[in-house]
């Protein structure tokens, strides 16, 4: 499957913004999909995940309640809505999926290695 990011921009603190995420490739509601971010110097981490077929979720702790995962399978796309962004959000966000038919374990959707698939990156920037 092929992921491409787009929605990402430059907000001030306690703005929102919206990432999309389209694939093209296999039936998209089989893939379970996760976002990612990776600010400068740092390690790649994990943001939210969504499961196929939409039931289940998993966020970092950093987010929860402020960032939604949801998935229109109808339109191939994944989003992320980002609400209360702080300086901190700051980072290039990715999309991932998992491989084909994959099944879903709340602990491996927060794993940067149980993703197969990953788009370009989408640069969010949060100002004080």
């Known amino acids: 499957v092929q992921l491409q990011a787009f929605g990402g921009g430059l907000v001030q603190a306690g703005g929102s913004l919206r990432l999309s995420c389209t694939a093209s490739?296999?039936?998209?509601?089989?893939?379970?999909m996760g976002w990612f971010r990776q600010a400068p110097g740092k390690e790649r981490e994990f943001v939210a995940a969504?499961?196929?077929?939409?039931?289940?979720?998993n966020y970092a702790d950093s987010v929860k309640g402020r960032f939604t995962i949801f998935r229109d399978d109808a339109k191939n796309t994944v989003y992320l809505q980002m609400n209360s962004l702080k300086p901190e959000d700051t980072a290039v966000y990715f999309c991932?999926?998992?491989?084909?038919?994959?099944?879903?374990?709340?602990?491996?959707?927060?794993?940067?290695?149980?993703?197969?698939?990953w788009g370009q990156g989408t640069q969010v920037t949060v100002s004080s």
């Open positions: 991932a999926a998992q491989p084909y038919g994959s099944r879903w374990y709340t602990y491996k959707a927060a794993l940067l290695s149980e993703y197969s698939y």
């Open positions: 490739g296999r039936p998209f509601g089989t893939y379970i």
């Open positions: 969504m499961s196929n077929g939409g039931g289940r979720t």
